[in-house]
């Protein structure tokens, strides 16, 4: 029987990639495309198989920062499946950032040049906004949308006799100091995407402690720092003539600079080869390239608690009960 693999944002950037690389590790899987746009989705379907023909590939529409589109994805998912073996929760935004640039050339000339490169930290700040839902994007796009969309495919997760695995791509740039559970939407706050991923962090802890037993098993990873399209668009182009040399130079001295998609997902692919029960739920799996070019994977123990992770998993309970009435209301 062919193992199901359900990919978030399977289109482009880091999607894209682990989906080939997916396929050159194992041609007979079930690949299914969950995405936004359907017709990149089937141009991305077409591709690939015409390079693995063997494999079998299919898409979903799903628009994680819509619970309606949520809910009718999963309706269908259901509806194809029996299962799911890995669930990778891969599709994310960070919108409009904007570059500290005080920060960034204070840094740019200190002994902490590798360490805001490689996290980005204090460098973006971002413009959040409200759904159509009544929830910041950032929020209800890079968590909340897929803990609804786990949620509603728990009958195809849960099987204690053979365990299915989500994978969640978080960020070296998930801070603590960015995160509260008072406000856990960070409406209050400017870095939105920081907070969001530190929120993936905690909700994988507490999915653990509250599924293992039933057969499903969280960890989530970190890419690196990857150039891609939305990396591009921080800084003006001849800023990034200028930094290029720079950053293929700092990858002797630093880890993080996975730099291309396929590096970027290193970390995702070796989970795929890991039995769910032997990882650590309080360790962050991290993609890693050497200055010559060759990918490993970096365990690192998370900055957090499982108290925290389970206090935050009941506010998610609480507005997942919130969301849905307010929806069934407005049916």
């Known amino acids: 029987m062919r193992k199901v693999v359900l990919i978030t944002g399977a289109s482009s950037g880091i999607g894209l990639a682990l989906c080939k690389r997916l396929l050159v590790e194992d041609d007979e899987l ?42 009718q994805a999963a309706k269908e ?48 700040t971002q413009d959040d906004k409200i759904t159509a839902d009544g929830l910041q994007e950032v929020f209800e796009t890079n968590v909340f949308g897929h803990f609804i969309l786990v949620r509603e495919l728990e009958p195809l997760l849960c099987h204690s006799d053979n365990p299915s695995q989500l994978i969640w791509t978080s960020s070296r740039s998930a801070r603590k100091s960015n995160f509260s559970l008072e406000d856990f939407q960070h409406s209050k706050g400017k870095e939105p995407y920081s907070s969001s991923k530190y929120a993936t962090d905690l909700l994988n802890v507490a999915l653990n402690r509250n599924f293992n037993q039933q057969g499903l098993y969280s960890s989530v990873v970190c890419p690196g720092t990857v150039l891609t399209n939305m990396t591009y668009g921080i800084l003006p182009p001849f800023l990034w003539t200028l930094l290029i040399p720079v950053i293929w130079l700092l990858r ?8 291309t998609p396929y590096n970027g997902t290193e970390a995702l692919i070796w989970l795929f080869h890991q039995k ?4 650590n739920p309080l360790t962050k799996y991290q993609s890693a390239t050497t200055g010559f070019g060759s990918n490993y994977v970096v365990a690192q123990k998370m900055d957090l608690d499982e108290d925290t992770a389970e206090k935050f998993y009941q506010n998610l309970l609480e507005l997942e009960k919130h969301v849905r009435v307010t929806i069934q209301k407005n049916r």
Do not use: W
């Open 30 to 71: 079930h690949l299914c495309l969950a995405c936004r746009n359907t017709s990149k989705a089937e141009a991305v379907r077409a591709a690939l198989l015409a390079s693995h023909p063997t494999a079998e590939v299919t898409t979903v529409q799903v628009d994680v920062s819509n619970l309606q589109s949520v809910f």
């Open 77 to 124: 998912l259901k509806q194809r499946f029996q299962r799911l073996d890995y669930v990778y929760l891969n599709a994310g935004i960070m919108p409009n950032p904007h570059l500290n640039i005080k920060a960034f050339f204070s840094g740019l000339f200190s002994r902490k040049v590798i360490h805001m490169f490689s996290t980005a930290e204090g460098l973006l």
């Open 252 to 259: 002797f001295f630093a880890n993080a600079f996975t730099l």
């Open 276 to 279: 769910p029960e032997s990882l």
